[in-house]
């Protein structure tokens, strides 16, 4: 099967088109399809958990599967069908065939008066129940009378599907990039997610290793995010930074939400990264996405969350108007850009030591400053040098150097380079 | 003998009514009499420290009572008379009988030039003198001539009194609410703080006990502070917060002054509990009421002080127009709601443990969670119940998570409630 | 030989006039004469380190001096001349006599196209060249052809040259004063650095010592602070304070650069003197003058730097510009001023320790509080003794002292002496 260069605009969309139409839910064939069509862009290791298993305080959950799904009228018309938006039925719905009534069908009905064109999406994993999702016009259609109502799901024992990919760096200390797969069609929330962090990975495909070891997590949010982090106690220690990715593709701004350390490495990288960009951040909130649970206070780990708009900040949130239209490829591609740009920060991002700190060195014997003296115009790179040196005392990290000084990160690192090369820095 | 319901505005005047006749100073019969009028509202353990116990870098002073004083002209007549308002008289006036020109007289009175109708407050504790005080008013009316001059007082040796009223809480850790006693006819600065003192006090005494302990302590400014200090060393300790209330009364708005800590708890809960109410919160300084004393740097105790226009701060002050008409039952009634609502927190704010702080613990299957998910609208309690979660790692309280939450107070304690209950806390 | 009286602004402008004119470098025979007129003022202990020695990273260069030079025209005429202006010929240049013509003389010709009347000022301590500076003007004007240049200059081994001045103190701990020597004619830069700091010492010479030791460093730039720090290591430690003197008399407001610690007690104390004159304060920065080493990480010292306008931060900078008419005696009285305000402060600033923490001390019985109470003017020296009294805790200095009260130092400092006198305070 052919597909197209995740890192383009024109790549990332036709991934994003392919994986919108699936039918995804916290477990199920959905997922799998998707992690299917993700794994021709980057291997992915594929764990399925069964049924049962005990995670943390949860239990992985029965799987869920589902092929059709209607409501009939007394005309035998299907008003409402699965087959044109799976948001029509309520994820998880146990099995139904039944025939009766509108007043006791509306129990089952769920709406959004303030956007009578628009479906909802809702779930209900762990209470049994059934239900369907229409937009408020259409049920306003639908005359008193009999309703014949199906769902055609199976709610059995399986098991719980997630994927990894990893890039293996310099080092053993992870960086995670973790997105949920657990929504079905929702293009903002999370198929841009999905996507972008393949395309994420796909860069990191050079020859020249990236420092951190990266951990991509495709997995369904919440209890795959524990059931994850029940699996890998051993690695969590590990893991020095890490990104939540959702709401990648909408046409809002950047937003960062940090760690609820506040002050981790990943929280000073996009800080940093982001100040060039249209960009807000916001503090830890317990509510959002998987930071919820990396960020849970035994875990307490340095993971922020990027996103465009943030989580339940847009109208179309948890809607059928989070449709492709909804997603711009711009907006994908600055997403990704802002990754990218994260982890050339983060990958550079050292504490050096000086080996000669009392008094400056002689960087002129080395080579490293102009012979010239008396001119006011420092150069860029020697001011840079100037910066590392000082600073370099074991406290201070490239980063610190760059937001104390000014300077550009990238002069920055070259400075460190340049003054280690010279045997004036160690790590 | 019948008496209002303090917790009514009614009632707090007509206890501010009552006390503001009595010729209070820092001992002798008028705090007596003051605290015999207080005790008919709550039950009061009265002390009495003899003239001449050290305490702590004081003595306790000889006790001073007085009878009648005056200044008569040539014809007989009294222009300053004691009987008309106990503040002619300057405090601790030793005994004079006398007859002397005005030339003479002048060097014993005191007047506001500045304030020609009003009539200063003076004392003279430490230092043996006599005067009187009066309005400039007065003193420019008085022809020269003879005056006869008496003072029937007398200072001898006797006692300082002061008066303490425990209620008892869940825990021995105490709370105390300390004011001062020894100003006469003062409205403001201290009637209406005795009163609203009695009047918290009494809405203590309910069935259910408060957390803390709350001791009240009715005692003279300065040397009674430090008498109590003195004899309390073991009791110290167990302070854990503490208020000092003055001027409670005035027409101006709450004013709060932080202990010398500047972050003690009760510093954290009067800026809560005040956010909601026209205020001003000022840093600590050395001069003012009894915080001076509590906060000395070898107690530094977490004692701020509550007020409304704080010390010195109204032209009124220490003088003749600190009257009944100066206090105003409305913001006595705010002050004494104010303190309730400090209570309120104080009592009710825990440092908990999430006893599943790996992920967040399944709260649906607890009855905990709204089952049917996928809903934008996060309710207040269970944004509460997350909050309360991730931040209960023993080093943040419940004020703590209300700050960083922005939700109110009650919905978090309400929250930690619930999740105690569900084992998922511990104390 | 009869000098002025460097207190006054008279004699600090002609102790620079006299200066001016030398032809300082890094090392050689204009330095020392430098230091003999300053001799005049202050005894030096003036130190000769042989080239070659080995200092920290760095090594004493050769000895560098210069007789004459100058380009003569083909008629003979000289249109460059070293006797006009030192600063024609480029620092360090090596000897050279040699006809050549203009455009292979215009390698080693340096001018200010931007300012074209105006002689750039340049150097080339540690890499052999030659070169002349003149104005852009003169360039224009001269004709292509043959020129005879003549640099009559010797580069050979020899000493570096820099001076101490000691004013011995109640304490062993130092603070220095340093300023570089190692400019020819820049008037701001340093020859007015030089002159106020030979004057700062003079006022120090009073029966009544300082209390701490006060060392002034006349040294040249870089390798004269680097030569000092390496021959000086026993001494860093005692190092409590020091003030980089530059650019000290251009109009420019006065500028507090601060050290690389950034709350080190020197930078309190200009933070404190300059709070009432117009000034900046900068943060650190590895770029400008000798706090440069003495900030290098490995000594980290509280040494800030006092200028008028900054390190290359005037369009005169380094060049001809930087004359006798840019120097304002108004300003370099200011200057001198504040240095004076910054002693008087840092050798007065202590920490004391309440002798009687518990409650407040009864001031009155031991003659330090007015007796006559209930006055609502607390008068500042009362105030000053209960701030000092509260905050003396050992953590807290008299500058804690008065920045967190708002009281004048003066009166925080009497306030403390008569506490201490009375037995309540220790060191």
């Known amino acids: 099967m052919s597909h197209g260069d995740l890192e383009t ?82 994820g998880y719905s146990v099995p139904v065939s039944r025939k009766m009534p509108l007043a006791e069908l509306r129990e089952h009905l769920h ?20 239900g369907f999702c229409l937009a408020q016009e259409t ?3 639908m005359p008193d009378g009999e309703y ?21 760096g310099e080092v053993a200390d992870e960086v995670i990039i ?22 994420f990975a796909r860069t990191l495909q050079t020859p020249q290793k990236p420092h951190y070891t990266y951990r991509f997590l495709f997995m369904p949010g919440t209890i795959g995010a524990i059931t994850w982090l029940a699996r890998n106690d051993d690695r969590v220690g590990r893991i020095k930074a890490g990104l939540v990715l959702a709401c990648a593709g909408d046409p809002g701004s950047l937003t960062y939400k ?9 929280d000073r990288v996009l800080a940093y990264v982001l100040a060039d960009r249209a960009h807000k951040i916001v503090d830890f909130s317990p509510y959002g996405y998987d930071e919820r649970q990396f960020c849970s206070p035994g875990f307490n780990l340095g993971v922020g969350s990027l996103t465009r708009t943030p989580y339940a900040g847009y109208p ?18 600055e997403t990704l850009r802002t990754l990218r740009d994260a982890q050339a920060v983060l990958d550079r991002n050292r504490s ?76």
């Open 9 to 90: 605009g024109a790549g990332l969309r036709e991934l994003v088109e392919r994986l919108y139409p699936l039918c995804r839910s916290i477990t199920g064939d959905g997922v799998r399809r998707t992690l299917e069509i993700v794994g021709e862009h980057i291997p992915l290791e594929i764990h399925e958990v069964p049924t049962g298993t005990r995670v943390l305080d949860w239990t992985v959950p029965q799987e869920w599967n589902i092929r059709d799904a209607y409501i009939k009228d007394a005309s035998g018309r299907r008003v409402v069908d699965f087959g044109e938006s799976n948001l029509h039925v309520v």
């Open 352 to 427: 050096y030591v000086n080996l000669s700190p009392y008094g400056e060195p002689q960087l002129g014997k080395r080579g490293l400053y102009d012979s010239l003296g008396g001119r006011s115009d420092a150069k860029q790179a020697q001011m840079a040098m100037l910066w590392v040196l000082n600073l370099s005392d074991g406290e201070h990290s490239l980063l610190d150097v760059a937001e104390r000084s000014g300077l550009p990160f990238d002069s920055v690192v070259a400075a460190a380079q340049a003054l280690h090369d010279a045997g004036l820095l160690k790590d």
């Open 139 to 141: 049920l306003d259609a």
């Open 178 to 199: 973790s997105c949920h797969t657990c929504h079905p069609s929702l293009a903002n929330d999370n198929v841009a997610g999905i996507a972008i962090a393949a395309a």
């Open 111 to 130: 709406t959004l008066p303030d956007r009578p064109s628009w479906v909802p999406y809702r779930t209900s994993y762990y209470s049994p129940t059934w």
């Open 148 to 168: 014949e109502v199906c769902i055609d799901s199976t709610l059995a024992d399986g098991s719980l599907t997630y994927a990894e990919h990893v890039v293996p």
């Open 316 to 333: 179309e949130y948890h809607t059928s108007a989070d449709n492709l239209d909804f997603v711009s490829t711009a907006a994908m591609e």
């Open 258 to 266: 940090r760690s609820r350390r506040g002050d981790a490495e990943i």
